[in-house]
């Protein structure tokens, strides 16, 4: 892969648009325009889009203890309204698997 081919696919990752990714990576917008849906079927391009995406995904989603730290923040802080703090409460024991002994109205 050459490093203007690494370029387009780091960017086609981003943009999700061939003809705009070739233009950023260095190529013409004449040959852009023609040829830059042809750089994903080159397998090493192919392979780094898939890499790059891949790791894209995983860096946006939230572990389980991500999300245990924000509902513990938002379950402390004393500027949320009592309803926000009791559920991120009721939510957190529902991540731990802890229940509450709460039943709701239609539940008795």
């Given at each position: ?30 040959f ?19 890499e790059?995406t891949?790791?894209?995904q ?11 730290a924000?509902?513990s923040?938002?379950?402390r ?12 409460i009721?939510?957190l ?7 509450t002994?709460?039943?709701h109205?239609?539940?008795?």
């Amino acid at each position: 892969m050459t490093a203007r081919q690494r370029k387009f696919a780091e960017y086609y990752a981003k943009s999700g648009n061939a003809t705009q990714s070739a233009v950023k990576a260095g190529y013409s917008k004449k040959f852009a325009h023609t040829n830059a849906s042809r750089f994903l079927n080159v397998e090493e391009v192919k392979a780094y889009v898939r890499e790059l995406t891949e790791k894209g995904q995983r860096e946006r989603i939230m572990s389980a203890l991500e999300r245990q730290a924000l509902l513990s923040d938002i379950a402390r802080d004393s500027d949320e309204g009592m309803p926000s703090r009791l559920r991120a409460i009721d939510l957190l024991n529902k991540m731990t698997g802890l229940k509450t002994g709460h039943k709701h109205k239609d539940e008795r």
